[in-house]
């Protein structure tokens, strides 16, 4: 096959940024049918107990109603699969329990959605209200391990950190965060006798179609599920919610299109959030510097009859070569919506508490924070003790420290100033998990020349179409023109989700396994075939180019696909393909996810307490990139996101009713513009050896270690030590 050519790596513009730009594109809400109606959720405004009764008579009577569900008249549903990220949250509807603030108890369908709307005011709800747990140190809520096996142990921890000859402890806390893509999400359900259609904003349609399937107890090729352009997720869109089923529900009920747009309150209580956290972590070392132990026990919340598998102190395990580590994830139940991941789920609250840690350690011992991270270089996995797939750690920190000017800090605690403002300087690392899953795609090549490359993967803002649409035209020799990717459509070959920054890597694994078979589908047409040039070649002999087949050695010798389907009266040959993420233990080498440094200057008015970031350098091992300016822009968003997570955002919950307080992006707070300086963002690193394509995800490394570096330059420049997420004026006063 052939070598990487200047179509891939380029900084080639987004295929859909024209069309989206103009509008031309629809996302799941600018959807529609004929005789398509809408449907808009009624919601709890207690956070436990029970419905004692609901009145839907004022609101079926009113203009364009078409039917009121409640737990009395909706259709009986089973509870969605389970996967890789957890089980679905349980389905609407089915019985008077309340769980959370925000609940849906019914759903409106009426012909226009601002009469849907208005009905959904005039239901009315008795209550009887329990008492709710919500904070995290409640201990009526019940508090237990991570059910998905997240704790691991390494060494003898108590031992050490008694021998050691510094120990740190602290407790660090992050506050919950919402996701809040622009896109407010959608289902649009669409029944056909027994067919059902939903287009729904969703990282992944495949599952949207198995849980569909399972919920209403029908066979999965009788559900097809579009996201063909999704408004962003931020890992928002990974579970099925909640509000899909309440559209495909009501659809059924009515026996029309529905049509279902959540505002934006609706989003904070149903589509996830990061939880929150309390982490406390010991630290042992010797006066040297190595990392002797390290204990890090992680509490998040999590709803009621839900769970979320979301790994916060593995982080430990993972990132250091440090012989005794104990981590624990624990999970505190509360009444609280959902939980799910958002962008760098467990590690950007895990890496806060790590990295905040590491940086008090180094003052402990004297030593330059960075210096402390290269003392402690993970050289081979430190928890299997295999050698890493690919690690460029050392040169983010190198390249980082470079381009930053880390020599020009000033050790002391407020030793830096610029004019009436204290500056400082700090720094944190990532080593971010490795997640490649099993995927398929479909590659074919018609009589004209050009190839039609499909699987059932989505676009949630990312770059996918543009890349896959890249690597098909690498991997077939052919120009960009010639080849269309599509995908958004869960009758094509099944794909995982967009998360845990694996679509890439798995995506570019299947689109190479399926290209790579179509080529050998057109070298097994022209085996026999007398009047070709590649009469007996095998996959490895040859290479291609320019719409051709040719010897590798001599590139003369071949021909066009045109010519081969041409002469053996072929209108096209296609190919599909699945590939496998490689067995660690196989393949003798530690799947290697991202490596990122961060780098961060932060000014502090000490009389106001102003915090500005006026830069950040953020250094990053991606294995080889497929698109710098799209990857380039995945790390802006990242750092944007980190800002978030260490100044702004925090979802608030009323503690008496449960009741978030600051659903909406008036109260719930984001960066914006004047909030970001420069942000340089650099690559480094080789392919990654353990696929073909050799990438590794960016989506998510550009987040974490933006807070830890953060706080650790807070420290810096004032002397303050904040262990708790967001950092607000008040502490800095
Ligand atoms: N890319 C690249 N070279 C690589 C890896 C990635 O050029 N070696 C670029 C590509 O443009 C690719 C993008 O980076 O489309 C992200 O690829 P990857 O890291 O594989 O992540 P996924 O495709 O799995 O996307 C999900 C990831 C996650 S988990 C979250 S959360 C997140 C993120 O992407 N949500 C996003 N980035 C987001 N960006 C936007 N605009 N919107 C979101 O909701
Ligand atoms: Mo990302 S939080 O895994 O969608």
Sequence with gaps: MTEPTTVVGAGVDRVDGPLKVAGAVAYPSDVSYPGMVHAAPVRSTIAAGRISSIDTTAAEAMPGVLAVLTHHNAARLNRGPENNLGPTPPPPLQDDRIRHNGQYVAVVVAERPYQAAAAARAVTVGYERADPVLEIDDPRGELRTNPFDTDAERGDVATALGSADVVHEATYSTAENTNNPLGLFATVAAWDGDQVTVHDATQWTSNVR???????????????????????????????????????????????????????????????????????????????????????????????????????????????????????????????????????????????????????????????????????????????????????????????????????????????????????????????????????????????????????????????????????????????????????????????????????????????????????????????????????????????????????????????????????????????????????????????????????????????????????????????????????????????????????EETRTDARTGRIANANLGDYLVPVHADIGEVDVVFVGAPDRLTPVGTKGVGEVGLPGVAAAIANAVYHATGKRIRSLPITIDQLL
Excluded at 326 to 348: K, T
Excluded at 429 to 442: D, K
Excluded at 543 to 549: F, H, K, Q, T
Excluded at 628 to 634: D, I, P, T, V, Y
Aim: some cysteine; proline content about 6%; aromatic content about 8%.
């Design 210 to 648: 198995t849980t569909v399937a399972e919920v209403f107890g029908l066979p999965e090729p009788a559900v097809r599920v579009y996201a063909k352009y999704v408004g962003g997720g931020f890992g928002s869109g990974l579970r099925v919610w909640q509000h899909v089923i309440l559209a495909v529900l009501a659809a059924r009920t009515v026996g029309r299109p529905v049509k279902l747009v959540l505002s934006r309150p609706e989003m904070f209580t149903g589509v996830g959030h990061r939880p929150d956290t309390v982490q406390t972590i010991r630290i042992g070392a010797r006066r040297t510097g190595e990392l002797v132990a390290i204990d890090h026990e992680s509490v998040q919340t999590v709803a009621m009859e839900d769970e979320n598998p979301e790994p916060v102190a593995a982080v430990s395990g993972n990132s250091y070569a440090c012989p005794n580590v104990a981590h624990r994830d624990r999970q505190r139940r509360l009444n609280i919506p959902c939980p799910g991941s958002m962008r760098a789920p467990g590690e950007a609250q895990g890496n806060f508490a790590l990295e905040s840690a590491l940086d008090e350690l180094s003052y402990r011992l004297n030593l330059d924070p960075l210096t402390l991270r290269m003392r402690n270089y993970a050289e081979t996995q430190p928890q299997y003790g295999l050698p890493w797939s690919s690690k460029a750690l050392r040169e983010c920190y190198e390249v980082g420290a470079e381009r930053f000017g880390w020599s020009r800090r000033e050790p002391g605690v407020g030793a830096m100033r610029d004019g009436r403002w204290l500056v400082g300087y700090g720094m944190a690392g990532v080593s971010y998990l490795w997640w490649q899953v099993r995927c398929e795609a479909r590659a074919s090549i018609g009589r004209d020349g050009t190839a039609y490359v499909s699987s059932a993967a989505t676009d949630i803002g990312t770059g996918t179409y543009t890349v896959m649409w890249q690597l098909s035209a690498e991997l077939l020799g052919l120009e960009l023109e010639q080849v269309r990717f599509d995908l958004g459509d869960s009758e094509m070959p099944w794909a995982p989700q967009a998360g845990g920054s694996g679509l890439t890597g798995a995506l570019g694994n299947a689109v190479y396994a399926s290209c790579r078979e179509l080529v050998r589908r057109f070298l097994d047409t022209v085996v026999d075939d007398p009047g070709s040039p590649l009469r007996g070649c095998t996959i490895d002999d040859v290479a291609v180019s320019g719409g051709r087949i040719h010897h590798r050695a001599n590139p003369g010798q071949g021909e066009s696909y045109s010519a081969i389907l041409a002469r053996h009266g072929l209108d096209e040959l296609t190919a599909q393909a699945a590939s496998a993420p490689p067995e660690a233990q196989q393949v003798g080498m530690a799947p290697a996810g991202a490596f990122a440094a961060k780098f961060v200057e932060v000014h502090v008015d000490p009389d106001l307490g102003l915090l500005r970031i006026p830069r950040v350098v953020s250094v990053i091992d991606g294995g080889r990139i497929l698109n710098e300016k799209l990857a380039r822009s995945q790390i802006i968003g990242g750092v944007v996101g980190g800002i978030g997570q260490a100044l702004f």
